[in-house]
């Protein structure tokens, strides 16, 4: 079946520090690739997609970009904020079969950035 | 305007207990899905509805989950009798669209179960 793995935290940085989460994924097909944050007591709310292969999601300073050949899809942002403190989660979504709703999770990470 | 509503935002209870969870959808999206959020197990969809018929309701552990969407702005997740493995945060999330079609899922703030 569909899986997802992205690296564990705790990650701890300090504020301008560069990020890179690792995600890589094993499904059938193209699925597509997702990447969800989630700040403190609130739900997940979806920070940047992308649908087929090359394709490079980005949204408030992060990307990531969709690579088959190493079924990777690895978030990254240049220089992180306090405000970035908050837990990821990588998601993919199966474009075959009859479940094109379903969202497939890895654990997530806790991101942790210092002033 | 409103996201997702669930309530509890929290909830204590003990082992044995009937407990009931609320969601009410954005208005307009006909697509409902509960999750349970663990450190164990991640997160894991429990039971997908669409124009409030259940589609999907393969993720539901056990007898002792159940879910009902009486219309399009209300759905519950009933445990009973609940366990202190069931200790949990359960989301409810809504998007619009067909069953079988994807389109992005809006999550509420989730409910903090504890089971004792």
């Known amino acids: 079946g569909d899986s997802v793995t992205q690296m564990e935290g705790p990650v701890t940085l300090s504020e301008e520090a560069f990020l890179t989460i690792n995600c890589t994924y094993t499904a059938t097909g193209y699925p597509s690739l997702f990447w969800y944050v989630q700040y403190p007591g609130e739900g997940l709310q979806l920070l940047l997609k992308a649908t087929k292969a090359d394709d490079k999601g980005s949204n408030k300073g992060f990307e990531a970009t969709y690579r088959k050949e190493t079924t990777s899809f690895h978030l990254e942002k240049g220089s992180v904020q306090v405000s970035d403190s908050a837990v990821y989660f990588c998601?993919?979504?199966?474009?075959?079969?009859?479940?094109?709703?379903?969202?497939?999770f890895g654990k997530g990470t806790l991101l942790t950035v210092n002033p | 305007d409103a996201g997702v509503i669930q309530s509890p935002r929290h909830e204590v209870t003990e082992m044995g207990q009937e407990v009931t969870l609320r969601c009410k959808p954005i208005s307009g999206h006909n697509s409902l899905f509960w999750y349970r959020q663990t450190m164990m197990r991640g997160l894991e969809l429990l039971i997908y509805?669409?124009?409030?018929?259940?589609?999907?309701d393969s993720g539901m552990p056990e007898d002792r989950f159940s879910a009902k969407m009486p219309n399009a702005s209300f759905s519950t997740l009933k445990i009973q009798p609940s366990e202190p493995r069931d200790s949990a945060v359960y989301f409810c999330a809504s998007s619009t669209g067909t069953s079988g079609s994807y389109n992005e899922q809006f999550f509420g703030p989730g409910t903090r179960l504890t089971v004792l």
């Open positions: 998601a993919l979504r199966s474009n075959s079969g009859g479940s094109n709703y379903k969202l497939t």
């Open positions: 509805f669409n124009n409030n018929v259940p589609i999907d």
